[in-house]
Structures are given as C-alpha cells and as structure tokens.
T-cell receptor, first 110, second 113 residues
Framework: SQQGEEDPQALSIQEGENATMNCSYK?????LQWYRQNSGRGLVHLIL?????REKHSGRLRVTLDTSKKSSSLLITASRAADTASYFC??????????FGAGTTVTVRA | DAGVTQSPTHLIKTRGQQVTLRCSPI?????VSWYQQVLGQGPQFIFQ???????GRGNFPDRFSARQFPNYSSELNVNALLLGDSALYLC????????????FGNGTRLTVT
C-alpha cells in the first residue's frame, strides 16, 4: 500500500495547547498534503508541501517534510475548539490520485 | 462561487441493487475524482476523470463505474451492491489533473442493508 500512516490515532488537548501529528509514507512523492474533516463531512485542504520543501507555514499551521525519513508532521499552535476534527495526510506520488492515511482524530477541550 | 455539490446526501439501498451518485464540480474545474471512505478509515481512490476521459482507476471491482459529462459533472455507478459498499462517497474537483489540491464535496452517505 502507498498510504501514509498518521500517528497518533487520537489526540486530546486543552484549548490553547499545541497539537502535533505525524505522517509516514512508503514511496517517493511529488508532494504531501494535509486535509481536515469535520464529523464525516467533506475534507478541507489545509496545506501542500512539495518534495523539495522542508517546512511550510499557514496561519497557525506548520508542516515539515523529511524525505530522507519519508515522514511529515503537522503542528497546530494555540488550538481552539473549532480545531476539533480528523486530520489526514495525503501523498501524491503519481499524476492522478492521492493516497490517504487513516487519520488522526483531534479533540480540543474547552 | 458554489463548492462541489453532491447528491443525494444520504441513500439507503438493499443488497443487489444499483445506485447512481452525482457530483457537480466547482465552476471551471475540469478534473473530478471519486473516493470511498469507510467509517474509521481514510478515503480510498476510486476514479479520476479529466476532460471527460478516465485518467485513473483504483483497486475497485468492475461493479464500480463512472463517467464525466461535457459540463464536467460526473456520476458514479455501483451495481450489485454489497454490504461492504456502505460508506461515505466523496467527490473532489480540481482545475487541472495532477498535483493540484482537491476540493471535496460533503459526500453521499450510502447504507446497504
């Protein structure tokens, strides 16, 4: 399988804390993307990092990519209740499909 | 602009029946992809269409088929439904094929009894 695998499967944090989740994958990629999904609804694209990039920021999100270790991490800083969701990494290793992991479920407690 | 729209939102079918799911991409988007998401798992790729041609197919049986129309909308058909076909079916569009981020609809929840 070419899927990424997220770690941990679930994460519970207090509002205002940071949340970190990791993604590992198996083959060389063109880019890696992170998506958020609220309560079984559609996925929302958060950030894309290309294979020649090492770090990328978007608002309270920070993504790193280590192609030598075939891994990526997503950091959400100063979490809010609205960040409660499932987060998926998706690897793009060919031209027509993304391979998703099983996701990390994040719960932010007020 | 409207996002990706899918219909119906929920559907209950009996084993052996056939189902058609519909998707309208974001205006101007020519690529449509279909994903199946079983409860507790990540989305699994089923098909990608670009400019009305099938560009890719995932590891799904021939009971699954799709097409894209001249207005870039798409239909996913599943024949001879099995209990294991119960899932959230997600449609996603992008302006072009390849490495664009995907814009997802809210999905069709299919329950097979």
């Amino acid at each position: 399988s070419q899927q990424g695998e997220e770690d941990p499967q679930a994460l519970s944090i207090q509002e205002g804390e940071n949340a970190t989740m990791n993604c590992s994958y198996k083959t060389s990629i063109n880019n890696l993307q992170w998506y958020r999904q609220n309560s079984g609804r559609g996925l929302v694209h958060l950030i894309l990092i290309r294979s020649n990039e090492r770090e990328k920021h978007s608002g309270r999100l920070r993504v790193t990519l280590d192609t030598s270790k075939k891994s990526s991490s997503l950091l959400i800083t100063a979490s809010r209740a609205a960040d409660t969701a499932s987060y998926f990494c998706a690897t793009d290793f060919n031209d027509y499909k993304l391979s998703f992991g099983a996701g990390t479920t994040v719960t932010v407690r007020a | 602009d409207a996002g990706v729209t899918q219909s119906p939102t929920h559907l209950i079918k009996t084993r052996g029946q056939q189902v058609t799911l519909r998707c309208s991409p974001i205006s101007g988007h020519k690529s449509v992809s279909w994903y199946q998401q079983v409860l507790g798992q990540g989305p699994q790729f089923i098909f990608q269409y670009y400019e009305k041609e099938e560009r890719g197919r995932g590891n799904f049986p021939d009971r699954f088929s799709a097409r894209q129309f001249p207005n870039y909308s798409s239909e996913l058909n599943v024949n001879a439904l099995l209990l294991g076909d119960s899932a959230l079916y997600l449609c996603a569009s992008s302006p072009e094929e390849g490495r664009s981020p995907l814009h997802f609809g809210n999905g069709t929840r299919l329950t097979v009894t």
